[in-house]
């Protein structure tokens, strides 16, 4: 019983971080996902939103009904789940613009600078303060200023 109770927090905690950042309030993955070197991954945060939603709600509703008929529901449910991730991914790639329109912020900052900027930025995020980040995850427009002195700064 402690044991799906810790599940449900956590699955609950994953669910909440998901959904800060498709509003916009936690920038440190998306911008994690500007590091990597080589062809440039698209971030959409929506996939994983679902997976952590649709994962609190089986491990909540396990935790009320018998485990036999839950666990035969959760088959119906991975399965889908789980071969819905290629088309995902594929469709990302197909129409990259409409999956970089969440978070906003993401969307400005792909429209105006490069994948060589992006990295900067993302490289650059890494070295502030942990209280600069929290003020620039909680107020984009601070965000985007200093965006802008990076983007000043690193100008050849």
Same mark, same amino acid.
């Given at each position: *019983?402690?044991? @799906?109770?810790?599940? #449900? =927090?956590?699955?609950?905690? *994953?669910? @909440?971080?998901?959904?800060?950042?498709?509003?916009?309030?936690?920038?440190? /993955?998306?911008?994690?996902? +500007?590091?990597?070197?080589? !062809?440039?991954?698209? &971030?959409?945060?929506?996939?994983?939103?679902?997976?952590?939603?649709?994962?609190? %709600?089986?491990?909540?509703? +396990?935790?009320? &009904?018998?485990?036999? *008929? *839950? =666990?035969?529901?959760?088959?119906?449910? @991975?399965?889908?789940?789980? #071969? =819905?991730? !290629?088309?995902?991914?594929?469709?990302?790639?197909?129409?990259?613009?409409? +999956?970089?329109?969440? /978070?906003?912020?993401? &969307? !400005?900052?792909?429209?105006?600078?490069? $994948?060589?900027?992006? $990295? $900067?930025?993302?490289?650059?995020?890494?070295?502030?303060?942990?209280?600069?980040?929290?003020?620039?995850?909680?107020?984009?427009?601070? &965000?985007?200023?200093? %965006?802008?002195?990076? @983007?000043? #700064?690193?100008?050849?």
């Amino acid at each position: *019983m402690y044991l @799906l109770l810790a599940l #449900s =927090f956590l699955t609950l905690m *994953m669910t @909440l971080r998901a959904f800060l950042i498709v509003v916009g309030t936690y920038k440190d /993955p998306v911008l994690a996902s +500007f590091e990597n070197y080589g !062809e440039e991954k698209i &971030f959409s945060p929506i996939y994983s939103l679902t997976v952590w939603a649709i994962a609190f %709600v089986y491990i909540s509703l +396990f935790i009320y &009904f018998q485990a036999g *008929m *839950m =666990f035969a529901i959760g088959l119906l449910i @991975l399965v889908p789940i789980a #071969s =819905f991730r !290629e088309y995902f991914e594929d469709a990302l790639y197909k129409y990259h613009t409409q +999956f970089r329109m969440l /978070p906003r912020w993401y &969307f !400005e900052l792909v429209q105006r600078t490069d $994948r060589e900027e992006r $990295r $900067r930025i993302a490289y650059l995020w890494l070295r502030l303060p942990l209280q600069t980040r929290m003020i620039y995850n909680a107020r984009s427009e601070y &965000f985007h200023q200093w %965006v802008d002195l990076v @983007l000043l #700064s690193i100008t050849r």
